[in-house]
């Protein structure tokens, strides 16, 4: 009959429908990793100012690498860091 569409057809149309949409997403997924993974080590690296592998928020001397040489109060080395970040 004329109004009526065939099964099979709609079938195949949705198996390439649904192949054509998994490629896209798995390019896009993989493309995003690689700016996901820039973006982290942006990230990681900006929160860790003083650079001994312990991030701003855990590090108790922000500023100072090692806890023996802190001289300044955390407050103080907070102030320090987002004054440099805004300079940047």
């Known amino acids: 009959m004329k109004g009526e569409a065939d099964p ?3 079938i195949v149309g ?6 054509v949409m998994m490629v896209v997403l798995y390019v896009f997924t993989d ?10 080590d942006q990230i990681i690296g900006a929160q860790d100012y003083d650079k001994d592998g312990v991030i701003n928020s855990f ?16 407050k ?8 440099a970040q805004q300079r940047e």
């Open 31 to 40: 493309l995003f990793k690689k700016e996901a993974g820039v973006l982290h």
């Open 59 to 74: 590090d108790p001397c922000p500023c100072e690498a090692r806890i023996e040489a802190c001289t300044r109060e955390k």
């Open 76 to 83: 103080a080395c907070e102030d320090e860091i987002a004054n």
């Open 8 to 10: 099979l057809k709609i």
């Open 14 to 19: 949705a198996a390439i429908i649904l192949i």
